[in-house]
């Protein structure tokens, strides 16, 4: 390729890249961050039916993200701030893999680290009342780096047992008790294979269970 040729390139490429950064402004709000995060699922669903580029462990990883995009946006996690500078940073390297400015390999890295992330918060979305209940202040949940949900929701179990909503609170035990062994098992691996975790995490939930709403059954 001829230095003029070269030049061509890098100034089509350049301007591309600007397109794209000047597409994606960063999200300012969860509006932003949800419809950026909804555009990048419908991509990624496209590349796993379409795309011959992705071999041996490419699929997988563009599955679970898809997956994991999922629960963010169908739940309070997607208000986090993080989670907005990361939904604009997947729209770009879908992007700019789908415009074949990058391979797969040169996105892998962001898209396993935003998987985790994304992994990890929605936990810390659904479970996140339990885990950093006073009364739970005496388990060992250190270690799992776990942190606090900035945003609240009505339906959040402190919420529901603050307003003294008992049978809503139960209705919610329940269902985050029939999901938290398969939540559980989609954290990153350095949290599902952390020693007596999902006991640890369990015993949060009965020690919540335990304390809210023991006043119900008592009165």
Known sequence: MSAEAGQKV???VSNACTQFANAFSPPNCAC???????????DLEHLLRTSKELVLEDPRIVYELTNSISRVVSSKAVLEKKVGELAQILALSVRAFKARLLDFEHIEADL???????????????YGDYLFSPVANRLDLESFGFRPCVTRDFEDPNELANRADFDELARRLGYDYGSLEDDFRRLPCELRDHRNGYNTVQLAVCLFEEHSLSPCRTG
Not at 112 to 126: H, L, P, Q
């Open 10 to 12: 890098a100034i089509r």
């Open 32 to 42: 932003d961050a949800f419809h950026l995060l909804r555009r990048s699922k419908y």
């Open 112 to 126: 396993e680290t935003i998987n985790d992330y994304f992994r990890k918060v929605y936990f810390e979305a659904r």
